[in-house]
């Protein structure tokens, strides 16, 4: 297999080396890139100072030859790209902070991962317990990222019957770290509380837009994610995920195949005939409930396609957590404890309360600050 590699791509070799790399060649060697890992069938291909990887079958899987490789191509100062990785790889890929780009040819369509940050910082704000990174993607579609931490203990909400901080002590990123990520530029729900409705157009993101928004949270933190005692990522800033399922689930699949002890809270309005079958495990679902009265809510989240309060309360999930039912009261008659007790089951569903987070459209709807008032991002 090798010769016949050789032969086809001799051609393309030129006096500056580049052109196809195979295992034992000279530059292989230099590489590390030899027989005893690969088999003869797998090649590199040089252009200049970038190497494609652009097939490789290890001859001892798991023995962290991928990786190695990819160091030994660091060290030597090449650009790496890695078209259309395995799953495996992809795993490798996003732990050392690749990132992925698809790029269109004539051929079709090919996924690539390089190192080269895709999305661009327009502004940020930091807090003392986070950071919230305004980015685009590569069209200009702004989307917003949070980066944000808190003291393990908060995370016992249910047992603590709320999640208030006890002191001025904000923990740190190893202990509570929760990133929350766009499903979509702008949102076509238009609640009456949500900056998104600033944004005159809105479309939804790739599996690896959302995946980027992530992995450029990484690169700004030098603290290990899987190391943080609880890791979670909620599909809770920009976009309604149930509008963008395909997309938020390949991104689940990904995120949890790289870090296996990851949590993804999935918030939704509940969208007509959705399916929460695949809401089970390490996935946990959280609806945007706001008023337990119907016309309340219907003005506060104006999508015509939507889940009555009733239906709302019949949605049962595999996950490991209780279904959250996020409530921003607005005003004191938003909450009724009849219909709170009548449609949710506490063995199902627990409630969290949030104040409203003040923005202009919350403003323009006169909404206020709503009824809570403890936050816990300072
Ligand atoms: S569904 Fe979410 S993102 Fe969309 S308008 Fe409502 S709160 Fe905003």
């Avoid at 980027?212 to 909620?234: C, G, R, T």
Wanted: glycine content about 6%; charged content about 25%; some cysteine.
């Amino acid at each position: 297999m090798r010769k016949i590699n050789e032969f086809l791509y001799a051609e393309d070799i030129d006096e500056k080396g580049n052109g196809a790399i195979f295992p034992d060649t000279e530059q292989g060697k230099e590489l590390g890139f030899t027989s005893d890992k690969y088999s003869s069938a797998s090649y590199l291909y040089r252009k200049d100072n970038t190497m494609t990887i652009s097939f490789i079958e290890t001859v001892t899987p798991g023995k962290g030859h991928f990786s190695q490789l990819l160091n030994n191509l660091k060290k030597s100062g090449y650009n790496i790209q890695v078209p259309t990785p395995s799953n495996l790889m992809r795993e490798i890929l996003i732990k050392k902070h690749f990132k992925p780009i698809v790029d269109e040819s004539d051929f079709g369509s090919c996924e690539i991962w390089m190192k080269k940050k895709m999305l661009k910082e327009t502004k940020r704000k930091e807090f003392a317990n986070g950071v919230v990174y305004a980015l685009q993607t590569e069209d200009n579609y702004p989307i917003e990222v949070t980066d944000t931490f808190l003291p393990y203990y908060t995370k016992d909400a249910i047992g603590r019957k709320q999640n208030c901080l006890m002191n001025n002590d904000l923990g740190s990123r190893k202990e509570r770290w929760m990133i929350g990520v766009s499903c979509m530029s702008g949102c076509p729900v238009g609640c009456k509380f949500c900056a998104a409705g600033k944004l005159k157009k809105w479309r939804n993101l790739a599996h690896h837009e959302i995946l980027k928004q992530f992995i450029y949270v990484l690169d700004e933190q030098k603290e290990n994610f899987e190391s943080a005692q609880e890791h979670k990522i909620n599909f809770t800033r920009l976009g309604e995920p149930f509008l963008n399922l395909e997309n938020v689930k390949v991104a689940i699949e990904a995120l949890s195949n790289c870090f296996p002890k990851v949590h993804h809270y999935v918030s939704t309005i509940g969208i007509k005939d959705s399916d929460f079958s695949w809401i089970k495990d390490n996935i946990t679902l959280q609806i945007s409930l706001h008023s337990l009265k119907e016309d309340r809510r219907n003005w506060l989240i104006p999508y015509k396609n939507k889940m009555t309060i009733k239906e709302l309360g019949q949605i049962r999930t595999k996950s490991n957590l209780k279904t959250t039912l996020n409530l921003t009261l607005v005003n004191q008659e938003d909450f009724d404890i009849n219909v709170l007790r009548e449609n949710f089951d506490p063995e199902y569903f627990f409630v969290k309360l949030s104040p409203i987070n003040k923005n202009e459209i919350s403003e323009n709807n006169n909404l206020g600050e709503g009824i809570i008032k403890g936050i816990n991002i300072i």
